[in-house]
């Protein structure tokens, strides 16, 4: 089935121009060869050609120290500046207003937790910040690499979530922090957000970051072999679309392709939204107004195009469902910004038409509990536990090594957590 290109608006903010960020050109690695073609010899060739690289030219303490601080300080600028463009977007009324009231007061509950978590991000050895992977603004990866890099690791590609508006790479680093102590890499993949770009083109993004860590992820110690997608909230809706793309195209749809769907071994969607038309008064409702969201989604008529719960219906694609890969939806029965039925109703979709899914609904959890306060807590995270569970399913020594691993340290005192639960705007 080909459709016709979808055309970018910004109707709802015609005197707004979409701006393109001033990003600094990098060089990067040629795209790899498949999955078929990694072999345990060519892996240790190239990790010895990292190591010995690597140590060419060691940065002095002074230099590293700049580095990081003058990286830190261009994150903090860049995430400043997306939350005044979501105020500029969403308007400063009073629902909005009260709204931004309960963020700040949730935030500084949670706060003795984000400093830990992004003092991990901006200075650990572990983490590799802004790996350029395309040539558009925000085209950039964060990677969580394990201490013990001895042997291939599983990989999960993250896409994270912001209500298409204020998602950023840095989001995902307390899962990134979380996955690598359990021998697990995690590529968190950054892309455009609205008004810098609309649907098609955080997509589009998207996609290229899941082809660069297909292609390249051996290069820092991960098995090409054993790739999971996941993405959270709006990242999950991002995607689930790009993974439903790339199985149409494969499907003999028509396209290149630089990524396969069989080289994906699940896909993981937490708290997700995959049928919008159902959602858009919704979304209205919760401050998302609807001349905003459309704007996003690139107008109403696109609405369907972007939703992999009607897509997977379209009697002329069925032909995807056998290449698709494993498909879990998480979701919390309390979730208000995206409620649990989102999730329901599209493993039902794709379990009518014979797509292997499943749902597992965690009750009385909201849309923060489950990726924030819960891990925040420490000690055994159901999710988490869950997660490492189905990545290293069929591998008994990988699972039996990973029984061993410690809990995971508390960040949060427990009674802030119970407030932040009461407080959360989300």
Not at 2 to 10: F, G
Not at 162 to 190: F, M, N, P, T
Not at 248 to 254: F, L, P, R, T, V
Request: aromatic residues 12%; contains cysteine; glycine residues 8%.
């Amino acid at each position: 089935m080909t459709t016709s290109p979808v055309k970018r608006t910004d109707r709802a903010y015609p005197h707004i121009l979409f701006e393109e960020e001033d990003t600094k050109q990098m060089d990067t690695n040629p795209l790899l060869s498949r999955a078929s073609s990694y072999t345990p010899t060519n892996y240790q060739r190239r990790r010895t050609a990292i190591k010995r690289s690597a140590t060419v030219a060691p940065l002095t303490r002074q230099q590293s120290f700049s580095r990081d601080f003058g990286h830190a300080a261009a994150e903090t600028y860049l995430i400043t500046r997306l939350s005044f463009k979501l105020l500029r977007y969403l308007g400063v009324g009073y629902r909005w207003i009260t709204r931004l009231l309960a963020l700040g007061f949730y935030a500084m509950l949670l706060m003795p937790g984000f400093l830990q978590v992004a003092y991990y991000y901006y200075f650990s050895s572990q983490v590799r910040r802004s790996i350029v992977y395309g040539d558009q603004p925000r085209n950039r990866l964060d990677l969580y690499l394990p201490k013990n890099r001895d042997s291939p690791k599983s990989v999960v590609a993250f896409v994270t979530g912001g209500a298409w508006i204020i998602g950023y790479k840095a989001w995902g680093s307390l899962l990134g922090k979380q996955l690598a102590e359990r021998d697990i890499i995690v590529a968190c993949i950054d892309y455009r957000n609205f008004p810098q770009g609309t649907i098609s083109d955080m997509v589009k993004d998207a996609s290229e970051g899941i082809s660069f860590v297909c292609n390249n992820i051996v290069e820092y110690g991960g098995d090409p072999n054993r790739i999971y997608l996941m993405g959270q909230s709006a990242g999950a809706h991002i995607s689930a679309c790009a993974l439903f793309e790339q199985a149409i195209k494969e499907s003999g749809e028509g396209g290149s392709i630089s990524w396969s769907v069989s080289q994906i071994k699940a896909y993981f969607g937490l708290s997700g939204a995959y049928n919008l038309p159902s959602l858009v008064d919704h979304f209205h409702n919760r401050g998302l107004y609807r001349s905003v969201f459309l704007s996003i989604m690139e107008g109403e008529e696109s609405l369907q195009q972007f939703s992999p719960e009607i897509m997977i219906q379209n009697a002329s694609i069925r032909n995807v469902v056998p290449i698709l890969p494993r498909i879990i939806l998480f979701h919390g029965t309390s979730d208000y910004s995206i409620p649990s039925d989102a999730s329901r109703t599209f493993v039902d979709a794709l379990q009518k038409v014979g797509a292997q899914a499943e749902l597992i609904l965690y009750h009385g959890k909201t849309h923060t509990d489950l990726f924030l306060q819960d891990p925040l807590r420490g000690g055994k995270d159901e999710l988490f536990e869950t997660l490492v569970a189905f990545i290293y399913a069929g591998d008994a020594e990988a699972l039996a090594k990973d029984a061993m691993a410690p809990s995971s340290r508390r960040l949060v005192p427990e009674f802030l957590l119970k407030l932040a639960h009461n407080v959360s705007p989300f």
